[in-house]
Nanobody, 122 residues
């Protein structure tokens, strides 16, 4: 079992920045993938960014060039640096993990955090 706890959400104005953190309850062995997902009211959950066990990263087109996903293995912590925030980035953000990379890309990883709210005002 893995517990994931997100933090760092908040309210910012458009153009601002936030850094989300996701602390894992234990070291996620080198074969895990991790990702950030978000869900806005009335919308389906969507993938934001994924980092594979080999360090490869991928991003949704809507956040490319503005968001950066990173992983600190020493701290068992996943990050999402969000710059140039837009009102359309407003959503509940979740981190997730799975030992199967395909699960991160399909949006169905087995371990999920409780979410942290990001609100961007214009």
């Amino acid at each position: 079992q893995v517990q994931l706890v997100e933090s760092g959400g908040g309210s910012v104005q458009a153009g601002g920045s936030l850094r989300l953190s996701c602390a894992a309850s234990r070291y996620l062995y080198s074969d895990y993938c991790m990702g950030w997902f978000r869900q806005a009211p009335g919308k389906e959950r969507e993938g934001v960014a994924v980092i594979e066990s080999n360090g490869s990263t991928s991003y949704a087109d809507s956040v490319k060039g503005r968001f950066t996903i990173s992983l600190d293995n020493a701290k068992n912590t996943l990050y999402l640096q969000m710059n140039g925030l837009k009102p359309e980035d407003t959503a509940m953000y979740y981190c997730a993990a799975d030992s199967r990379t395909i699960k991160c890309y399909s949006g169905s990883p087995v371990y999920w955090g409780q979410g942290t709210q990001v609100t961007v005002s214009s």
